[in-house]
């Protein structure tokens, strides 16, 4: 079952409190702690409440600190965006929804309002929100005073953007709707989705629920109460503006009428107070005194002899023309202890909702998207929560000196840097970096230098290495953090940022060798794209494989995938997909992908594909159209290292992707490279995913 849910309007006043309301009644009945996140609220006073947070929390009596609800205001997520910090913005509420999400079974989200900025706006962050939360979408569009063709029009708008977002879609539910238009929006929207197989249901627009109470009318209006505060939880459903005689204005009335007058206007204060006792009068909700103008002393002194004033009395400071202006523009909320409106909006929602096939989709659905700050944020949490003692040899460099920082801040791994201690300790004052806590090791000087010379001069014995020969291997930085992690004595290595590939990787392949199983070593990348992180392999280590070892390849990838929270399913990509093309590299192909599946018949591994079929769900459906595979490949083997190299650099380039990598697999302890061009923050995610390697190796992933 998924965890969480996100559900967001597509506009102002869709009503989505109420079905909010109806979503925890379900979730309550069958999950013990339920959280309710906003991501972003409007409120930008720390003294008030989101009305919705407020009225979920209350209602349900949540556990939960209101500051655990939300991540920012509208405002602070605003200047975060026009300052071009998105991705802190994302990172700031992704972790405040995973601090929630450790202490509930279940998360309800819910979107931002649609107000006071462009929908195009609203759209992306609430697609990028969803995405990155992992959290399916439940869509509510609206469909007040809209007519059929004006909903469905709306509705495929709102769920054809979220699609081309990448969003998971459960279902759509089109709030507000006029009741003899519901079943045939229900058909044609199930006929506009039927490819998407999402759940539709429509809610119909109930007024009392978007009629303001009394009490609401006080607060909006700053009024004073002059007579019945005992009664503010009526609901005004009409304004009736009293400018005509009382005897002609009486024929005006409606039930639960706000009676909008002049303070001096005795005559239709007094008949509305005998109309509000009167059995062939509507009920009237209240007066409302406008102009600034109370009731002479002699009208009150009869008022006041009322034994119960039957209708509460309102005084506003204000003209008429102006307070009715104000009246029109207040926006009715369910508040907490409105137990009508509950009540109302739960057993509405209930009567035309789906129940269990909504609890039912909510049993099998769930995003299978894993967006960059998604992988990132889950990377430094896993990494952190059994730190592990990573080297890297270039301590000299600037870059590996800022990352070691931001690592060491951030108490994701132990660091030992390698190279001269005085040298490295000037660079980090120049630099004005924090770096306490953190080891420099310069090898020659170090007290095990003797015993890892001695060590490599017996594994390399049988290559001619004498003890004389392994002392001056040992001293190069490398080599020595190398035999750090063979000996124990750290649990990863990270290098190249300086030296080249084959400099990092020559030591691991000498004497940490492959483990048990694997026949080579091979390299995957980890391509961020915007929506999505993808798994690609081999694109740096192995220049032409055959079909056994391009087989292994795909497993050792899937394995990586999965270590790192990503569900394989492995496309063996080709220049034909299926059983339409011929050719050796084809068939090599063919035949790697007939080994894997025999090897690891649970692995959800398909060729030869090309990469459209595989990535594309439409070209999927003419290609391979019975595939678990293609369409949703999240695993992309390449046939040899040229295809491989050529395509991970044009992805990074031309979709500005962010390629973590070469990150190598079938080594029995983790080693990795980086490029020499890398940056700070690839430093920062590459000793990440060594570290996650590394507890995985021990059995701690």
């Known amino acids: 079952m998924t965890r969480t849910l996100y559900i967001t309007p597509t506009e102002p006043r869709s009503g989505k409190s109420a079905i909010a309301l109806g979503l925890m009644e379900i979730l309550l009945r069958n999950i013990s702690k339920v959280g309710f996140f906003r991501p972003i609220i409007n409120e930008d006073s720390p003294s008030s409440f989101d009305h919705d947070i407020h009225l979920i929390r209350t209602y349900y009596k949540l556990d939960v600190p209101y500051e655990s609800t939300y991540a920012y205001t509208f405002r602070a997520a605003k200047e975060l965006i026009n300052l071009g910090h998105h991705d802190v913005l994302l990172e700031g509420i992704l972790s405040k929804f995973k601090e929630l999400e450790n202490q509930c079974d279940f998360v309800l989200c819910e979107g931002t309002d649609f107000e006071g900025v462009t929908s195009a706006f609203e759209f992306d962050i609430n697609s990028d929100i969803a995405n990155n939360l992992g959290s399916p979408l439940l869509v ?53 989705f039927k490819t998407l197989d999402i759940l539709i249901n429509t809610i119909p627009d109930i007024p009392t629920l978007g009629k303001p109470t009394i009490r609401e009318i006080v607060e909006a209006l700053d009024a004073e109460v002059l007579y019945g505060a005992d009664k503010l939880e009526r609901h005004a459903y009409h304004y009736t503006i009293a400018a005509m005689q009382l005897r002609n204005f009486l024929d005006h009335i409606e039930n639960g009428s706000l009676v909008v007058t002049p303070g001096d206007r005795a005559d239709i204060i007094l008949g509305s107070l005998i109309a509000g006792v009167s059995t062939t009068y509507p009920n009237i909700a209240g007066i409302l005194l406008t102009g600034g103008l109370k009731p002479e002393d002699s009208v009150l002194r009869l008022i006041d002899g009322w034994s119960k004033v039957p209708i509460p009395i309102l005084f506003s400071s204000k003209d008429t023309y102006t307070t009715t202006e104000q009246l029109t523009s207040i926006h009715a909320e369910i508040n907490p202890n409105d137990h009508r409106k509950i009540a109302t909006a739960l057993g509405v929602f209930e009567s035309h909702v789906n129940i269990d096939e909504l609890r039912q989709r909510l049993e099998t659905t769930h995003s299978t998207v894993v967006t960059p700050k998604m992988f990132e944020y889950g990377l430094i949490q896993r990494a952190k929560t059994n730190r592990q003692h990573i080297v890297l040899p270039e301590g000299g460099e600037d870059r590996i000196l800022k990352a070691a920082e931001i690592l060491t801040r951030r108490n994701v791994v132990k660091i030992t840097l390698l190279g001269n201690v005085d040298e490295i300790n000037e660079k980090i004052a120049k630099l004005g970096l924090q770096l306490d806590g953190v080891e420099i090791i310069q090898p020659n000087q170090s007290p095990d230098f003797e015993d890892y010379a001695q060590t490599y001069a017996e594994l390399r014995k049988h290559k001619g290495i004498t003890l004389e020969h392994a002392h001056d291997i040992m001293a190069d930085v490398t080599y020595f953090g190398t035999m750090m992690v063979y000996k124990g004595h750290a649990d990863g290595m990270v290098s190249g940022a300086v030296h080249t590939t084959q400099q990092t990787i020559r030591p691991a392949f000498e004497f940490i060798r492959t483990k048990p199983g694997a026949s080579l070593v091979s390299s995957v990348f980890f391509m961020c794209l915007k929506d999505r992180t993808l798994v690609y392999g081999d694109c740096a280590v192995n220049p032409n494989p055959n079909a056994e070892q391009l087989a292994e390849i795909g497993m050792r990838s899937a394995e990586t995938a999965q270590v790192f929270g990503i569900e394989p399913r492995v496309a063996m990509l080709s220049y034909s997909t299926g059983s339409s093309g011929k050719g050796a590299e084809v068939e090599k192909v063919r035949e790697a992908t007939r080994i894997a599946q025999e090897q690891a018949s649970n692995l959800k591994l398909e060729g030869p594909i090309q990469y459209d079929a595989a990535v594309d769900p439409d070209v999927a459906k003419t290609k391979m159209p019975d595939s678990k595979v293609a369409g949703q490949a999240t695993v992309f083997i390449f046939p040899d290292l040229n295809t491989g190299n050529n395509t991970y650099k044009a992805v990074q380039r031309s979709a500005q992707a962010v390629a973590i990598g070469p990150v190598l697999q079938g080594l029995n302890k983790p080693v990795n490279d980086l490029s020499r061009g890398c940056l700070v923050p690839d430093i920062v995610n590459t000793v990440v995913i060594t570290a996650i390697q590394a507890q995985a190796e021990k059995g701690g992933a």
Request: charged content about 35%; cysteine-free.
């Open 140 to 192: 509510i569009t609206n469909g007040r005073h809209k007519s059929v063709e004006e909903v469905i029009s709306s509705t495929r708008m709102a769920v054809e953007s979220f699609e081309d977002k990448g969003v998971k879609i459960l279902g759509v539910i089109v709030n507000r709707v006029q009741m003899d238009q519901s079943e045939e929006i229900v058909e044609r929207l199930k006929q506009d």
